[in-house]
């Protein structure tokens, strides 16, 4: 098995809980989408793939019945499980997918595949997909043009290395036409709406590579944004906030 990024593993299995208190849940109308763009129904065979602690499989599991979660830290797997006892999880990753050919008609991946945007990773999942089958990449994705968004960014930008990040667009390399088809992109807007505890201190505590950070580099992190919920306007002594993001969303379709 491919080893897992060390910021996902560390920071994944330390912050997990965090993790799953603090991101974002989606918009409704990616119900439609997986429908129509995936073709996932009743009766679909769909993997959820680096499904974490299952934010994005719960949504998946109002549609398919038959749902397999592929996911390689522990500690997100047992969250995921704590959520969705019914749901089969199984330990893996997107270049060792432990299940068998040709039998999945969808593949989803949700705030993941940048991890594993490899020639490899694509080469599994279309072992694992049937003729026809689709790939699916979500990522709900920070408004960056609001003032106090961008300030979070450049609080946390500086310590992300050579962590693999969506908004450097090079998940996007890795699709050559060899397996799948270009992705095709669809965007809902989206805010997560909760106290500034849960959308600003947990949802950006658990990102993977603040998570890994040494105790007193995280507290300098966690300092930084107390202080911009204190001071900034659009913040100070609000109880409830509202995050916005963008969900993009894109099809892929599996090459014979």
């Not at 129904?41 to 749902?67: C, E, H, M, Y």
């Not at 998940?171 to 997560?192: L, N, Q, V």
Request: charged share 20%; with cysteine; hydrophobic share 40%.
């Amino acid at each position: 098995m491919t080893d897992v990024h060390p910021s996902a593993q560390h920071g994944f299995s330390t912050q997990a809980v965090t993790y799953a208190q603090g991101r974002p849940d989606y918009p409704r109308q990616l119900t439609g989408w997986l429908a129509d763009a995936l073709h996932i129904n009743a009766q679909s065979t769909v993997i959820d793939l680096g499904a974490g602690t299952g934010k994005f499989t719960r949504l998946l599991s109002t549609l398919a019945p038959t749902l397999i979660a592929v996911e390689p830290v522990a500690a997100m797997g047992a969250q995921l499980t704590k959520l969705l006892p019914d749901v089969r999880l199984v330990d893996g990753t997107a270049e060792s997918i432990p299940l068998p050919s040709a039998s999945a008609d969808a593949v989803v991946c949700a705030q993941a595949f940048h991890w594993f945007s490899t020639r490899a990773a694509l080469a599994d999942i279309h072992r694992v997909l049937k003729p026809g089958g689709r790939l699916g990449l979500v990522w709900n994705v920070r408004d960056e043009s609001v003032d106090w968004v961008a300030a979070i960014t450049q609080i946390i930008t500086p310590y992300e290395g050579d962590t693999p990040r969506f908004h450097t667009g090079r998940w996007r390399e890795a699709f050559t036409g060899e397996y799948f088809s270009d992705p095709k992109m669809i965007c809902f807007p989206y805010s997560h709406v909760g106290s500034p505890q849960e959308v600003i201190m947990d949802r950006f505590l658990s990102v993977s590579f603040i998570a890994a950070l040494p105790a007193s580099e995280k507290a300098r992190v966690t300092e930084q944004l107390r202080r911009l919920i204190d001071t900034h306007p659009a913040l100070k002594g609000r109880d409830t906030v509202a995050f916005p993001y963008q969900t993009q969303a894109y099809v892929c379709n599996r090459l014979s």
